[in-house]
């Protein structure tokens, strides 16, 4: 049988589980007795294996009762992105097919717009709150037993993508047997095998719980045993505190989080004592080679990383001693890497659509097409993302191929340009695109957040495009830059960039979907 929290809940029920950043706390007796009752409460209004529920909730306790609750019971659980509006919302429950929704109280203007969407939901819970047509979850399990499932079996998650380019689709796998989801075992693996993790250590997750790798890095950490805290939302000076107060030993970041650390006054990054980490770990976008370097001089090298996707079929992995030789590279594969252009596989340094052999079965949920639509002829898949394998046989990633801007028949690559903006004092966060060009097809543009946005305006145009020759070829330079306050990030670090990009294209014809 999988390893999960009943084991732990049996013997060791006052072992702290979870722990918030705002203090609130779950043992792992806890944990265990408050999913049973999920679990009950979803079989009492006929849920049964194979069926489906979605959370729609910030980072809070609650979310790992349900989503325990769904993988003893054996049923898909779908995560949803808590910036959603509306429209996007009934989309993912009217696809998913959910039988349940768990939403939290901030969000029930939205919910109350999905009627039609959500005309299936046999039960409809809300946590925090009340409105017509839910119940209310601490009654709801006041009603419950807490007792084990008569007959329980193993779910899995069943994650959406970000839709950065169009419509999220749901990664969905077969249901596991008594060994549990595939991806929270091969991450536990990863945890003892790669980072050392024991039951002794704590994980420090600081992003919403609604994407992939912070749901399954923290379920995995429970299967093993190990304390999770959980950040509610990112702040780079209460992370720190968190790291000294509960002497983290393992966490895991995405680049923005660097950046923001780094970009704190040196006088309160050195306020804190971080020496109890052992292993922090980051993935979801390239990090800028300056910026790793110089977390390592801060943090020491321990920093790993790892390049994959919810799919599962592509996965690099890159230690820090390994790293420092081949800078920029986000590690190898353990099963065949292919780099492919129009005319076949490319050598080692130019750079093609990635491709992985092996790994293991999906499907897009109710999405043949796109399926299909990521493996070649030889049964090789791709995410989609541009790269290129050195020598050594050492992955580096270059850009989304949705992305790559070409202009005057040159290809130009997004992600080196945002890696020399992001640098430079003044800037908190820099997107990169083409944009139309008469002549050329397509021009770099910039958008770019200052760091005091009273700075933004011509004169700090002029010296970010200054700086950018100073460390780039003239054609990969931005041609201009705009400002905005904010940019359109997931707080997890995913940037929608469509969302600027298509502003410049209104009107013209593009050839990027």
Known sequence: MAVDIEVHGQHVPNKLALVMGSGAQRTYGELLRRSNRVANLLHAAGLRRGDGLAIMLPNRPEFFEIAWAAQRSGLYYTPVNTHLVADELAYIVADSGVKA???????????????????????RVMVGGLIAGYVEYEEALSRSADGPLPEPSQGSEMMYSSGTTGRPKAVRRPLPGPEGSWAQRTVEEGLRALYGMTPSDVYLSPAPLYHSAPITYCMATMRLGATVVVMERFDPEQ???????????????????????????????????????????????????????????????????????????????IGPEEWLAHPGSVGRSQNPVHIMGEDGELPPGKPGLIYFEGGPAFEYHNDPIKTASVSNEMGWRTLGDVGYLDADGYLYLTDRATFMIVSGGVNIYPQEIENVLILHPKVMDAAVFGVPNA????????????????????????????YCRSHLAGYKCPRSIDFEQTLPRDPNGKLYKRHLRDRYWTGHQTRLL
């Open 439 to 466: 002549e050329f097809g397509e021009e770099v543009k910039a958008v770019v957040q200052p760091k005091d946005w009273e700075e933004a305006g011509e004169a700090l145009e002029a010296e970010l495009i200054d």
């Open 101 to 123: 929704l768990f939403v939290d109280a901030a969000f029930s203007g939205i919910v109350s717009q999905i009627e039609q969407a959500a005309s299936n939901v046999d039960l």
């Open 239 to 317: 992370c720190l505190a968190l790291i000294e107060h509960h002497r983290v030993t393992h966490a895991q970041f995405v680049p923005t989080m660097f950046v923001r650390l780094l970009k704190l006054p040196s006088e309160v990054r050195h306020r804190y004592d971080v020496s109890s980490l052992r292993a922090v770990i980051h993935a979801a976008a390239p990090c800028p080679v300056a910026v790793k370097k110089e977390m390592m001089e801060w943090w020491g090298p321990i920093i790993y990383e790892y390049y994959a996707g919810t799919e599962g079929f592509a996965a690099t992995f």
